[in-house]
């Protein structure tokens, strides 16, 4: 019998039997190949468990009632597995040949301080665009994929980045906090792998980008069918991941500017009659300033938006709040 790697995938799923029956075979046929391989279902009811159960026998099933979102789905399977490392894959991905190997290289031993890798990331419909190469932010805590829609050229050499993107990624588990909890429940979907970014850093631990982790992805396959509620949670969640992880001072220095940028964000919905942009602004802002939040013992957040952080960009209006963020930001560091 072939060595196996001591990693453990898991693809969490909910409505996506087509692709998983895509996803799947492309997990498996890994050399070398995982030594487990998890699909936690969230309450499935276009036979997708089924389908497991019956095409991929080696796969082990984890079939909840309901669909309890992403983050639980992840942390209910890393508690089941049975390795040091684990590999979260999106049901909307075709892994290449050798993507788990360089995943594993490029994560070195327990020694060598690396929290997580991530994948190189590209569209499904044009291989040679990167969809992500890893997670980057900007001053004011927005969020985005490392290099969507640029050629996979100019992102040909690994780089440590500030966070995941929980799609296609490598977690030590020695780097969680207990072992076994991969993302914060509060969010549900949407941000928690940068929420996971900031918590590995603040433990001291590294974000690699492996280059030569190459797997397809299908853009918000799953995601897409409620475009409002990704909006909604994507707005919440950013505020709620900073009151969490910038240090309250901060936080609330830093807050008159994003809602005064929210506010301008706002108007420009309501004139061009964006209506569920509006009201995703207008919901998440509201969810993410009153939810209760679970803060960090001694909150860092600030020294990786200022390690990280990428240079003011977009429009004018833009550019300046991030300008303001990025010298609140500095004061502060300077102060601390």
Not at 143 to 156: H, I, W
Not at 221 to 234: D, F, H, M, V, Y
Not at 241 to 266: C, I, K
Request: charged share 20%; hydrophobic share 40%.
């Amino acid at each position: 019998m072939s060595t196996r790697a001591p990693v453990t995938v898991i693809v969490p799923n909910y409505e996506g039997r087509d692709l998983l029956a895509r996803c799947l075979p492309s997990i498996l046929s890994q050399e070398p190949a995982p030594a487990e391989v998890l699909v936690v279902d969230n309450g499935s009811t276009d036979g997708s468990p089924g389908m497991v159960g019956r095409d991929f026998p080696s796969v082990r099933l984890i079939a909840l009632d309901s669909n309890l979102g992403f983050a639980r789905a992840n942390n209910i399977a890393a508690a089941e597995a049975s390795n040091p490392l684990l590999a979260l894959v999106n049901n909307d991905c075709v892994a290449a040949p050798g993507w788990l190997e360089a995943l594993v290289g490029a994560a070195g031993g327990p020694g060598d301080g690396i929290g997580a890798v991530t994948s190189s990331m590209r569209n499904s419909r044009d291989p040679g665009l990167i969809d992500s190469a890893g997670g980057e932010t900007d001053h004011m805590g927005f969020a985005r994929d490392r290099g969507s829609g640029r050629p996979a050229s100019e992102f040909a050499s690994r780089a440590d980045v500030p966070f995941p993107c929980a799609g296609a990624c490598l977690v030590r588990r020695d780097a969680l906090e207990d072992g076994r909890t991969l993302f914060w429940e509060r969010l549900v979907f949407y941000m928690e792998d940068v929420d996971l970014g900031f918590r590995l850093h603040a433990g001291g631990w590294r974000v690699l980008y492996e280059p030569g982790a190459v797997i397809a992805h299908e853009h918000s396959a799953t995601g897409s069918r409620n475009p409002l509620g990704k909006e909604i949670n994507c707005v919440r969640n950013r505020l709620l991941v900073l009151r969490r992880h910038l240090p309250a001072g901060l936080f609330r220095s830093m807050l008159p500017l994003m809602m005064a940028y929210q506010a301008v964000w706002a108007l420009s919905a309501a004139l061009a009659l964006r209506g569920r942009q509006l009201r995703a602004l207008a919901e998440g802002t509201a969810m993410g300033l009153s939810w209760r939040v679970d803060g960090m013992r001694q909150p860092s957040g600030h020294l990786l938006l200022s390690r990280f952080a990428t240079p003011p960009g977009g429009g004018r209006v833009k550019r300046a709040a991030q300008g303001m963020a990025e010298r609140l930001l500095e004061d502060y560091c300077r102060r601390a």
